[in-house]
């Protein structure tokens, strides 16, 4: 019978560093980057179209998707939001309505689970693209992104 293994870092006798895996995919230390976005309740809101930067990541970190989180409270009717990146605008969330105070997981399996940041340029650039209407002055956005490295 023959043994297959899923990943060649896991072959006992690989011993080139090519083979071996990456310590975020079988351990490493777990971070977090917590940002709180309030809009402001006088002057120019948030509206369709603009963009919240969030802190960059560090070159190679996976994000944890069922750690992540987006949360919000009510806002304007017809207002969503993305999360994602300088390569891909929603990576991490689709176009989500942030109108009823709630939240949603900040990354979902089929965009940006197994993606590391380093892959593609401006990857590392966490946003937010605002759509529809804008943001409800004094609506308070939070993002609590889990990711792997090291």
Request: with cysteine; glycine share 10%.
């Given at each position: 019978?023959?043994?297959?293994?899923?990943?060649?870092?896991?072959?006992?006798?690989?011993?080139?560093?090519?083979?071996?895996?990456?310590?975020?995919?079988?351990?490493?230390?777990?971070?977090?980057?917590?940002?709180?976005?309030?809009?402001?309740?006088?002057?120019?809101?948030?509206?369709?179209?603009?963009?919240?930067?969030?802190?960059?990541?560090?070159?190679?970190?996976?994000?944890?998707?069922?750690?992540?989180?987006?949360?919000?409270?009510?806002?304007?009717a017809a207002c969503?939001?993305?999360?994602?990146?300088?390569?891909?605008?929603?990576?991490?969330?689709?176009?989500?309505?942030?109108?009823?105070?709630?939240?949603?997981?900040?990354?979902?399996?089929?965009?940006?689970?197994?993606?590391?940041?380093?892959?593609?340029?401006?990857?590392?650039?966490?946003?937010?693209?605002?759509?529809?209407?804008?943001?409800?002055?004094?609506?308070?956005?939070?993002?609590?992104?889990?990711?792997?490295?090291?």
């Amino acid at each position: 019978m023959a043994t297959f293994y899923a990943t060649p870092g896991l072959d006992p006798l690989a011993q080139t560093p090519q083979n071996r895996l990456d310590s975020v995919d079988l351990a490493g230390k777990i971070r977090f980057a917590c940002i709180q976005y309030v809009a402001p309740a006088a002057g120019a809101p948030v509206a369709g179209d603009d963009i919240i930067w969030v802190p960059s990541l560090p070159k190679g970190a996976q994000v944890i998707p069922h750690m992540s989180r987006l949360d919000w409270s009510a806002g304007t009717a017809a207002c969503t939001m993305t999360l994602g990146d300088g390569a891909s605008a929603n990576r991490y969330l689709a176009a989500t309505a942030v109108t009823a105070a709630g939240g949603a997981p900040a990354v979902t399996l089929t965009n940006g689970a197994v993606y590391k940041l380093g892959a593609n340029a401006g990857d590392q650039t966490i946003r937010s693209v605002v759509a529809g209407a804008a943001i409800a002055a004094g609506q308070t956005i939070t993002l609590r992104l889990a990711y792997v490295q090291d």
